[in-house]
């Protein structure tokens, strides 16, 4: 018993974010701990079998597992594989490749058990209460919270996911393990919020914001002045993730190339955030800003009649509690407005309305609400990107907060929910939720047809990608790119531009020092690398180069396929790259179902 005892103690302690509790209260709260894992583990399970192994794209999905697959056969990143982010999230994933189901539904289930436990992570750092805590109101918003924030993004690995997962548990950890004095919670969070820079560059404030909690901490202001020892291996921990990958580059040799890499692509600022406010007030029905400005208003209201609560008595009640509904009633409203879709001006409104409770969350309690606005600066940072500029992945918590700031607002002017009714409200928001996120999901699947049109299973082509279903179109795609691997066989494999899934559910070795030569991905010393690689293979044999003639994008509206095509055929090349790493290969020219390419056997 002294091994489950210990695994216990650790679980509640992870999860109440403080030191150890008692034998007594561990012995009552361990139970519940089980509990939330487990409900963590099954739901992320029940979304991956009824939502994320419907639609497939070839374009982006695969495309962290091909980095991993690298770095599990030596690979150094910015070295022998080149992109304008750093590869954290290859290290992160090499779970994926433990999870014992097939490699693509594993990789979801981790996706998504990564963002419900950021859920959780950020709702227990914004009430600075433990998840052992939560009634089952809380936890059934909580986990309805999960599926707002999952809305309708694949449920695949992407490095967006692994910073805003980093970021929350990183933020929870340390701000626990600061009031409790838990000095492996602390440390830990501080190397999470330095992970995470090395994701993506996005991340990168999670680094000053780490150095602002730890110095300016209310627990550490109250406890006295802290040893400057401890403060050092405090620092050193939080940068430990990046010293330790930019060591690796730099004694391999690649850090001036690393460096033009990662500084060479087009810069993202979250302009949508701010273009949010610019656009015309003229057509009030179809500005955005209708729905926020009156939950801005209503924010004012309840801050002045809470400030003014002993003054106005019964009038100034029912003026709150009015208020608070009417708050409540839009935000509800712009969620359900928005239909969970991928991309939307929704998810900026949750977060401009987040940001004005946050205000309330100061005049409630006489402070800088740093949670709420550490919060959304993870929101803004999530948004740093080329293909999603918005705060999605964290939409689930910006509802979340909201509401618990108008709670507090009115507190003791209802009646407390407790018992039965506090579990049914919580199940009835949570089914309800549910249903709205999977009806959005069937109608519009990730870069895929809607779910009634996914009849085919990918599983049929090749194993890793069992329990996978997608149209007609993908299938036949898909199928053909492992009919092409069996016709030529070569043990380096890579399908150009879009299929960087390939190497890892295949099997096979990219040659090539790039995953997903598209524009944007092209940086540094990239072109020239590519062309050397082909020059090499072309001395070395034992490879085949395909090269696409139907733009994966066409996949999504279920485009013609064809069954043939000459090895001449056109094919598309979104940067120069890759025609030119095509006219560099002398191997045999080859037409493969609808694909081109170049083929030289082993010697």
Same mark, same amino acid.
């Given at each position: 018993?002294?091994?489950?005892?210990?695994?216990?103690?650790?679980?509640?302690?992870?999860?109440?974010?403080?030191?150890?509790?008692?034998?007594?209260?561990?012995?009552?709260?361990?139970?519940?701990?089980?509990?939330?894992?487990?409900?963590? !583990?099954?739901?992320?399970?029940?979304?991956?079998?009824?939502?994320?192994?419907?639609?497939?794209?070839?374009?982006?999905?695969?495309?962290?597992? /091909?980095?991993?697959?690298?770095?599990l056969h030596g690979e150094i990143p910015q070295v022998d594989?080149?992109?304008?982010?750093?590869?954290?999230? /290859?290290?992160? %994933?090499?779970?994926?490749?433990?999870?014992?189901?097939?490699?693509?539904?594993?990789?979801?289930?981790?996706?998504?058990?990564?963002?419900?436990?950021?859920?959780?992570?950020?709702?227990?750092?914004?009430?600075?209460?433990?998840?052992?805590? &939560?009634?089952?109101?809380?936890?059934?918003?909580?986990?309805?919270? +999960?599926?707002?924030?999952?809305?309708?993004?694949?449920?695949?690995? &992407? %490095?967006?996911?692994?910073?805003?997962?980093?970021?929350?548990?990183?933020?929870?950890?340390?701000? $626990?393990? @600061?009031?409790?004095?838990?000095? &492996?919670?602390?440390?830990?969070?501080?190397?999470?919020?330095?992970? $995470?820079?090395?994701?993506?560059?996005?991340?990168?404030?999670?680094?000053?914001?780490?150095? @602002?909690?730890?110095?300016?901490?209310?627990? =550490?202001?109250?406890?006295?002045?802290?040893?400057?020892?401890?403060?050092?291996?405090?620092?050193?921990?939080?940068?430990?993730?990046?010293?330790?990958?930019?060591?690796?580059?730099?004694?391999?040799?690649?850090?001036?190339?690393?460096?033009?890499? !990662?500084?060479?692509?087009? =810069?993202?600022?979250?302009?949508?955030?701010? *273009?949010?406010?610019?656009?015309?007030?003229?057509?009030?029905?179809?500005?955005?800003?209708?729905?926020?400005?009156?939950?801005?208003?209503?924010?004012?209201?309840?801050?002045?009649?809470?400030?003014?609560? /002993?003054? &106005?008595?019964?009038?100034?009640?029912?003026?709150?509690?009015?208020? +608070?509904?009417?708050?409540?009633?839009?935000?509800?409203?712009?969620?359900?407005?928005?239909?969970? $879709? %991928?991309?939307?001006?929704?998810?900026?409104?949750?977060?401009?309305?987040?940001?004005?409770?946050?205000?309330?969350? $100061?005049?409630? *309690?006489?402070?800088?609400?740093?949670?709420?606005?550490?919060?959304?600066?993870?929101?803004?940072?999530?948004?740093?990107?080329?293909?999603?500029?918005?705060?999605?992945?964290?939409?689930?918590?910006?509802?979340?907060?909201?509401?618990?700031?108008?709670? @507090?607002?009115?507190?003791?002017?209802?009646?407390?929910?407790?018992?039965?009714?506090?579990?049914?409200?919580?199940?009835?928001?949570?089914?309800?939720?549910? +249903?709205?996120?999977?009806?959005? %999901?069937?109608?519009?699947?990730?870069?895929?047809?809607?779910?009634?049109?996914?009849?085919?299973?990918?599983?049929?082509?090749?194993?890793?990608?069992?329990?996978?279903?997608?149209?007609?179109?993908?299938?036949?795609?898909? +199928?053909?790119? *492992?009919?092409?691997?069996?016709?030529?066989?070569?043990?380096?494999?890579?399908?150009?531009?879009?299929?960087?899934?390939?190497?890892?559910?295949?099997?096979?070795?990219?040659?090539?020092?790039?995953?997903?030569?598209?524009?944007?991905?092209?940086? =540094?010393?990239?072109?020239?690398?590519?062309?050397?690689?082909?020059?090499?293979?072309?001395?070395?044999?034992?490879?085949?180069?395909?090269?696409?003639?139907?733009?994966?994008?066409?996949?999504?509206?279920? =485009?013609?396929?064809?069954?043939?095509?000459a090895p001449d055929a056109h094919t598309f090349d979104y940067?120069?790259?890759?025609?030119?790493?095509?006219?560099?290969?002398?191997?045999?020219?080859?037409?493969?179902?609808?694909?081109?390419?170049?083929?030289?056997?082993?010697?």
């Open positions: 018993m002294p091994g489950n005892s210990l695994g216990a103690s650790l679980l509640c302690e992870i999860i109440e974010g403080g030191a150890a509790t008692p034998p007594v209260a561990e012995r009552r709260r361990w139970p519940r701990a089980v509990m939330i894992v487990g409900g963590i !583990l099954l739901l992320s399970a029940a979304v991956v079998a009824r939502i994320g192994r419907f639609g497939f794209n070839p374009s982006d999905q695969g495309f962290i597992l /091909a980095q991993t697959w690298r770095v594989v080149l992109a304008p982010r750093p590869f954290g999230s /290859a290290y992160l %994933h090499l779970i994926d490749y433990l999870v014992p189901a097939p490699l693509m539904i594993g990789s979801s289930w981790v996706m998504m058990v990564q963002l419900t436990v950021a859920t959780f992570a950020l709702v227990a750092f914004l009430t600075g209460t433990s998840p052992l805590t &939560w009634g089952p109101l809380r936890l059934g918003l909580v986990f309805a919270a +999960a599926l707002i924030s999952l809305n309708t993004y694949p449920t695949m690995a &992407w %490095h967006t996911v692994d910073g805003v997962f980093l970021v929350a548990v990183g933020l929870w950890l340390l701000d $626990a393990g @600061l009031r409790a004095g838990s000095r &492996w919670q602390r440390r830990l969070g501080l190397f999470c919020l330095g992970f $995470a820079v090395i994701v993506k560059q996005s991340f990168m404030f999670a680094v000053p914001i780490g150095l @602002l909690i730890l110095f300016f901490h209310p627990a =550490g202001r109250s406890g006295g002045t802290r040893r400057w020892r401890p403060m050092v291996v405090d620092v050193l921990v939080l940068g430990a993730a990046p010293l330790l990958y930019f060591g690796m580059i730099t004694l391999a040799g690649g850090l001036p190339s690393a460096i033009a890499q !990662l500084t060479g692509s087009t =810069g993202a600022w979250g302009e949508g955030l701010v *273009r949010f406010w610019a656009s015309d007030l003229g057509r009030l029905r179809a500005d955005p800003r209708t729905y926020v400005l009156p939950v801005l208003l209503g924010m004012v209201v309840l801050a002045v009649a809470w400030t003014s609560r /002993a003054r &106005w008595g019964v009038a100034g009640r029912g003026l709150r509690v009015v208020t +608070a509904a009417c708050v409540v009633a839009v935000v509800v409203f712009v969620l359900v407005d928005g239909a969970f $879709a %991928h991309a939307g001006a929704w998810q900026l409104k949750l977060l401009w309305i987040f940001v004005a409770a946050a205000v309330l969350d $100061a005049v409630i *309690r006489r402070r800088l609400p740093w949670q709420y606005l550490l919060v959304a600066l993870l929101g803004w940072m999530a948004s740093l990107s080329w293909g999603y500029p918005l705060p999605g992945l964290i939409t689930g918590v910006l509802v979340l907060g909201t509401l618990e700031v108008v709670a @507090l607002a009115v507190r003791g002017d209802l009646p407390e929910i407790r018992g039965v009714a506090a579990g049914a409200i919580g199940a009835v928001v949570f089914v309800l939720v549910a +249903a709205q996120v999977v009806a959005a %999901h069937d109608k519009a699947p990730y870069a895929d047809r809607p779910q009634g049109e996914l009849t085919r299973a990918l599983g049929d082509i090749v194993p890793t990608m069992r329990g996978v279903r997608t149209n007609p179109s993908a299938y036949t795609y898909v +199928a053909q790119i *492992r009919d092409c691997i069996d016709r030529y066989p070569a043990t380096r494999v890579a399908v150009l531009p879009d299929n960087a899934f390939v190497a890892p559910v295949f099997g096979v070795r990219n040659p090539l020092p790039m995953d997903w030569p598209v524009p944007m991905e092209v940086t =540094g010393d990239a072109p020239q690398r590519m062309v050397q690689a082909a020059e090499r293979l072309n001395g070395e044999g034992d490879y085949l180069i395909l090269f696409q003639t139907v733009l994966t994008a066409s996949l999504i509206d279920a =485009g013609p396929v064809p069954a043939a095509v940067t120069p790259v890759v025609e030119r790493v095509r006219q560099t290969l002398n191997g045999a020219r080859v037409g493969c179902g609808s694909f081109v390419g170049s083929w030289a056997p082993r010697r």
